[in-house]
């Protein structure tokens, strides 16, 4: 930065942007709503088998502006392979665990990525459907060593085409962190100027100034010959 500053020059800021992939897909039809479900999953833009080490979670809303976002099942965390496996080894230990559980299976995709699947009823569906400006927001939480600690995107729900009853995948872009260069040390500035400083003179070399600057007898008489003529 020292450098650039001397040139006149500022260095850019340096600025990382790291990319997911985001999955979505709705089971079920009408005829069936128990099995009704919308399922997210958010993973490496590299492979769904990559792990994401600079993302510590995700959590996924519904937005609309007409109240859908308030209700219970358009927020919800999307859990990592970890935390989804804990949970399930955690409810098939339980007493009394029961298939027909009012909540899904929490592993719908299975990997390293983030997921996560909720139940819908009909008017839910049918808003997700038919709604033009619902979205989808996912708020990232990134990991120790990125500058930025939060990042977020939305996605309208028309282009995840829930429709289709496959899954429709996307690929986002966001900030994980951003450096500003700085001159931590001044540059240094010219040096002033020293003053001479005056040394006192050898006795030597003042004996030798006192001779030279003694009158010469012999060279005064040979002027005044020189003058008498």
Not at 151 to 169: K, S
């Amino acid at each position: 930065a020292g450098v650039m500053r001397r040139l006149g020059l500022t260095v850019p800021e340096y600025v990382r942007y790291d990319r997911v992939v985001v999955g979505a897909r709705l089971s079920g039809t009408p005829a069936d709503p128990e099995r009704r479900t919308f399922a997210v999953r958010v993973g490496s833009s590299h492979g769904w088998d990559n792990p994401v080490p600079w993302l510590e979670g995700v959590s996924f809303t519904i937005c609309d502006g007409g109240g859908l976002e308030n209700r219970r099942n358009s927020r919800f965390e999307l859990l990592d392979a970890r935390t989804r496996d804990a949970l399930i080894a955690d409810s098939r230990m339980a007493d009394g665990y029961d298939d027909e559980r009012d909540e899904p299976e929490t592993r719908f995709f299975g990997g390293p990525c983030f997921e996560n699947a909720t139940r819908l009823s009909d008017e839910e569906v049918r808003a997700l459907l038919e709604r033009k400006t619902t979205r989808a927001r996912f708020t990232l939480t990134l990991a120790e060593g990125c500058t930025e600690r939060r990042a977020w995107f939305e996605v309208p729900m028309e282009d995840l085409e829930l429709e289709t009853g496959h899954e429709t995948v996307t690929t986002h872009s966001v900030m994980t962190s951003r450096r500003r260069y700085e001159d931590r040390d001044p540059v240094p500035g010219p040096a002033p100027a020293r003053r001479a400083e005056k040394k006192a003179p050898l006795p030597r070399m003042e004996e030798e100034k006192q001779k030279n600057e003694a009158p010469d007898p012999v060279a005064a008489r040979i002027r005044a010959a020189i003058a008498m003529r």
